[in-house]
C-alpha cells in the first residue's frame, strides 16, 4: 500500500506538470495514471480517439507491450500526450495485460466567420485572430481573439465596437467560430489642451504632434484617432521640438486621454514644463588620442557659442566628428558630449571628448517583426556589417534611413551579448505598415497650362513585393487635358545606394487654336553625394504632335478664315506644321534639401540645378540651363509665422543650323510671378499679340505663411501674403511676317495673399495677385487655384 500511495502521489504531480504544460487557453483536467503492479503489457488499448489515429497515440506513448515501464515512463507519456495540442484530458491505466489510454480530443475549427464588419476587411480580421481552420478550439482563445478584435477597432477610431461570439457544433468536434461585430461610430477627439506652455502658443503645439483634433475633413485625413503608441511618438516630437530651440530643460508632465463614453469622444491633456531657454557658450573639442589634433576637428562642429542651444546642432556635431575621427584610421573612436549649465546666464557650454572605446565588432544583425520586407531591404540601410566596428553613431544613422523609408510604424535598434566579450548582436525591431495608396480626386484650375475642371487617380505602393521598389500608375485630366504615367524606381541598383528607374507619359493638351500630343519616357539615376545632396542623370525621348483644332480646319486642311483662326502667329503655324518633333535629350540635376518638413516646412533650403542638352538624334538641338532656390525660416515661433524666400532662373540656347524651336522657349507661368496668365508675358508677334516665350528668365518671390484665425490647425489651413518679380526676354524666333517684340528685359512685379490648404488630395492653394508693375501687352489673371507646388 505504501508503494501504491506513493505511485498515486508522483501519478498526480504528473497530472498537474502536464496541465501547467497545456496553453491557457485550454481547460485541461487531471490526467489520471494508474497501473498494476505489472511493468510489462501485451497491448495498448487507445478510446475515446475521433480524428487523431490510435497507431499515432501509441507512438506517442512510446511503451511498447512485452517491454518493461517504469513510472517515468508513465509521465512522460502523457506529457507527450498533452503536448501535442491535441487533447483536453488524457487518463492512463491498467486492465490486466493491457494498458488503456482514455483521451478526450478538442475541438477542431471548421471555419472562422465575421458579421457585420465593414471598416475592417476579413483578411484583416483573420491575422488578427489566433484560432484558425483546422487548428484546436478554446473557449479562452475565443475570448482573447475577440478582444483582440476589439483592438483592431479602437486602433481605426471606433472604441464602442461590440463584439459579440458564437460557437456553431458541427458534430464529429467540429465547430464553427462566428464573431458576431457592431462597429459602432468613430470616437473622435473633442479637444486637444496643452498645459503649463508660454513659449509656444498651444496652436504651434498641435501643428507639432500627429494626433489631430476632429474636424469635418477628418474622415478623409485620418488623423483624429486615438492611440496610446502615437501619443507616446508625439510626446517625443514635443521634447525634440523643444530641444532644437534651446529648451534644454523641457520636460512632458503627462499626457494621456479621457474617454466620454456618453459623448464617444477623447479629451486629450498635455501637460508640459518649458524651462529656460538656453544658448550655447563656450564650444570645444578635447581628445585623449595622442594622434588627433582637435584644433582641426573644431571646424566640424555644428554648434556655435552664442547660437541658440539645439539637440539636432549637437547630433550633428557628434556625427561629424566621429565620421572625420574614422576616416584616419580610428575607428573604434567614439564622441561624447558633455554639457555644462550656467543657470545664471541659460547657457550650455559644451566639450566633445574623444576617446579610443573598446574594440567591439558586430557579430550579426538580427531583424525581427517583417513578415512582407526583405530582409536585404532593411540591412543594406545599415553602413556596417558583420564582422565590422561598431560605430553608436553609424547604428543611428541606419535609425533614421529606416524611419524616412515611411514602410514602418516603428524601427527601434537595441543590442545583444554576442558570443565573444568584444562582439555584440544588432537587433533591428521593426512594426510595418502599409505601403500602398489608392488615391482619387477632383479639382479646378483657374489660368494656368490648362484651365479648367480636372480628375486624377493613381495607385502607389513604396515598397513593391516588399523590395523596397518604388511603382506608381496615374491617370488624369480635364475637359482641355489627359495625363497618363508609369513610374518604376529601384532604390539600390546593383546593390549599390544608386536609384534607379522610369518614366513612360503621354499628355494631350488642348488650346484655343491647336492641340498638341507628347509621348515620351525617361530613364534616370538618383546618387546621393552627402546627406542633404544628391544628384540625378537621366536620358529623355519624348515626341510631340502639334495639329490645329477641328474648328480650324476645312476637310482636314487649315483654314484661316473660320473661327477667328486668322490670327494664329505665322511662328506658331511653322512648329505645327514641321511636327511631329522628337526631342532626345540627357540632363543632370543637383539636388540640396535640408528641410525639416517637406509636408509643412518651418526652415532649411530646397535648392535645384539643372542641365540639360538635346541632340542626341531628333530635331530639338539646345542647352537649358534651370534653377531655384528656396528657403524657409519661421520668423515667429509663437505666432508660427513662417518666411519664404525663392529665386530662381533659366537660360536655353540653340545650336546647329535649325536653331530653338518656339516650343523649346521658355513660356510665362504662375510659378515665375503669380498675377500674370500662362504664357501671358514676354515676348510676343507685334501682329497677333500672341506671345511666344523667351530664351531667359528670372524671378524672385517674398512671402509669410501663417495659421488662419479661428479655423482648427487640424484643418491644415494656412494664410499667406507674398511679393513676386521675374522677367521673361530674349527670343531665338526666324519665321516669315513675325515681327517679335518685348525682347528686351522687362520686369513684372505683382503683391498679394492667399490661402493654402494641405487637403486630403494634396495641397491645394488659392490666390489673388494684382500686379503693380506690368507691360502693355501683359495678359493678366488675378485669381489663380490650383495645386500647390512648393519645390
Request: aromatic share 10%; net charge negative.
Amino acid at each position: 500500500m505504501k508503494a501504491a500511495s506513493s505511485f498515486l502521489n508522483a501519478a498526480s504531480a504528473v497530472a498537474l506538470s502536464a496541465s501547467l504544460a497545456v496553453p491557457a487557453a485550454v481547460v485541461a483536467q487531471f490526467a489520471t495514471v494508474s497501473v498494476a503492479s505489472a511493468a510489462v503489457i501485451s497491448s495498448i488499448d487507445v478510446r475515446g480517439n475521433q480524428r487523431v489515429e490510435a497507431q499515432t497515440i501509441r507512438d506517442y506513448v512510446q511503451i511498447r507491450p512485452g517491454k518493461a515501464f517504469s513510472n517515468a515512463d508513465i509521465d512522460e507519456a502523457v506529457k507527450r500526450l498533452f503536448a501535442t495540442g491535441l487533447f483536453s484530458d488524457v487518463r492512463i491505466n491498467q486492465a490486466g495485460s493491457t494498458l488503456v489510454v482514455q483521451v478526450s480530443e478538442l475541438q477542431v475549427v471548421n471555419q472562422v466567420l465575421f458579421q457585420g464588419n465593414k471598416k475592417i476587411k476579413d483578411a484583416q480580421l483573420s491575422g488578427t485572430v489566433q484560432l484558425k481552420p483546422r487548428g484546436t478550439f478554446s473557449t479562452q482563445t475565443m475570448e482573447a481573439d475577440a478582444e483582440a478584435i476589439r483592438e483592431s477597432y479602437r486602433r481605426i477610431g471606433r472604441n464602442d465596437v461590440v463584439v459579440g461570439t458564437q460557437v456553431m457544433d458541427l458534430g464529429e468536434n467540429r465547430v464553427n467560430v462566428v464573431f458576431d461585430i457592431k462597429e459602432g461610430d468613430r470616437t473622435k477627439i473633442a479637444a486637444i489642451n496643452f498645459i503649463g506652455n508660454s513659449a509656444f502658443s498651444s496652436r504651434r503645439l498641435a501643428d507639432v504632434i500627429s494626433t489631430k483634433k476632429s474636424t469635418i475633413l477628418s474622415f478623409l485625413m485620418r488623423d483624429d484617432v486615438y492611440d496610446d503608441q502615437r501619443l507616446r511618438a508625439d510626446e517625443e516630437a514635443l521634447r525634440r521640438f523643444y530641444y532644437n530651440r534651446g529648451y534644454a530643460d523641457f520636460r512632458v508632465v503627462s499626457a494621456a486621454g479621457e474617454l466620454d463614453e456618453a459623448s464617444n469622444t477623447y479629451t486629450v491633456n498635455i501637460t508640459v514644463e518649458e524651462g529656460e531657454k538656453y544658448t550655447f557658450g563656450d564650444v570645444s573639442v578635447e581628445s585623449s588620442i595622442p594622434e588627433v589634433d582637435t584644433a582641426e576637428l573644431q571646424s566640424q562642429l555644428k554648434t556655435r557659442q552664442g547660437a541658440v542651444y539645439s539637440a539636432k546642432n549637437v547630433e550633428d556635431s557628434i556625427i561629424a566628428v566621429t565620421e572625420d575621427v574614422a576616416g584616419k584610421g580610428y575607428a573604434f573612436a567614439q564622441v561624447t558630449p558633455r554639457g555644462d549649465r550656467n543657470f545664471e546666464n541659460h547657457t550650455i557650454s559644451v566639450v566633445y571628448t574623444v576617446d579610443q572605446g573598446a574594440k567591439t565588432y558586430v557579430e550579426r544583425i538580427e531583424i525581427r517583426g517583417n513578415s512582407r520586407t526583405r530582409d536585404y531591404v532593411i540591412r543594406r540601410e545599415f553602413d556596417v556589417s558583420e564582422g565590422d566596428a561598431f560605430n553608436q553613431v553609424l547604428i543611428q544613422r541606419a535609425k533614421k534611413r529606416l524611419e524616412a523609408l515611411n514602410y514602418f510604424e516603428t524601427v527601434e535598434i537595441s543590442t545583444a551579448p554576442g558570443a565573444e566579450p568584444d562582439q555584440v548582436v544588432l537587433v533591428v525591431d521593426v512594426v510595418e505598415k502599409s505601403t500602398g495608396e489608392f488615391s482619387i480626386g477632383a479639382g479646378y484650375t483657374s489660368g494656368g497650362e490648362t484651365p479648367g475642371p480636372s480628375v486624377e487617380g493613381s495607385i502607389t505602393e513604396r515598397n513593391f513585393l516588399g523590395r523596397g521598389q518604388y511603382i506608381k500608375v496615374s491617370a488624369g485630366g480635364g475637359s482641355k487635358s489627359r495625363d497618363f504615367m508609369v513610374s518604376f524606381t529601384e532604390p539600390y541598383f546593383l546593390g549599390r545606394r544608386i536609384a534607379a528607374g522610369f518614366d513612360i507619359f503621354r499628355q494631350t493638351r488642348t488650346y484655343d487654336k491647336y492641340e498638341s500630343e507628347a509621348n515620351g519616357a525617361t530613364i534616370r539615376f538618383g546618387l546621393p553625394i552627402t546627406e542633404a545632396l544628391s544628384t540625378q542623370l537621366a536620358y529623355n525621348f519624348t515626341q510631340e504632335k502639334y495639329n490645329y483644332r477641328d474648328r480650324c480646319l476645312t476637310d482636314g486642311e487649315y483654314d484661316p478664315t473660320k473661327n477667328d483662326c486668322d490670327d494664329i502667329s505665322n511662328a506658331i503655324q511653322e512648329g505645327i506644321e514641321e511636327s511631329p518633333w522628337n526631342k532626345s535629350s540627357v540632363s543632370g540635376t543637383i539636388l540640396y534639401n535640408t528641410i525639416d518638413d517637406m509636408k509643412n516646412p518651418h526652415a532649411g533650403l530646397y535648392a535645384t540645378f539643372t542641365t540639360e542638352v538635346a541632340g542626341l538624334g531628333g530635331d530639338a538641338k539646345f542647352v537649358k540651363l534651370t534653377g531655384r532656390g528656396s528657403y524657409y525660416q519661421t520668423l515667429s515661433e509663437e505666432m508660427d509665422i513662417v518666411g519664404l524666400a525663392s529665386v530662381g532662373g533659366g537660360h536655353i540656347a540653340g545650336y546647329g543650323d535649325d536653331g530653338l524651336r518656339i516650343f523649346d522657349h521658355f513660356k510665362g507661368s504662375e510659378r515665375m510671378i503669380r498675377g500674370f496668365e500662362y504664357d501671358g508675358f514676354g515676348p510676343y508677334d507685334e501682329r497677333t499679340g500672341d506671345h511666344l516665350g523667351g530664351t531667359t528668365y528670372f524671378n524672385a518671390s517674398l512671402e509669410a505663411q501663417f495659421p488662419v484665425p479661428v479655423i482648427p490647425e487640424s484643418f491644415g489651413l494656412r494664410g499667406a501674403v507674398f511679393a513676386d518679380a521675374a522677367t521673361l526676354y530674349g527670343s531665338k524666333i526666324d519665321a516669315a511676317g513675325v515681327t517679335v517684340a518685348g525682347k528686351d528685359m522687362e520686369w513684372r512685379a505683382s503683391v498679394g495673399a492667399g490661402l493654402i490648404w494641405a487637403s486630403p488630395f494634396g495641397p491645394l492653394r488659392v490666390n489673388y495677385a494684382v500686379p503693380v508693375v506690368k507691360q502693355d501687352n501683359d495678359d493678366v489673371q488675378n485669381f489663380s487655384f490650383g495645386i500647390s507646388s512648393r519645390f
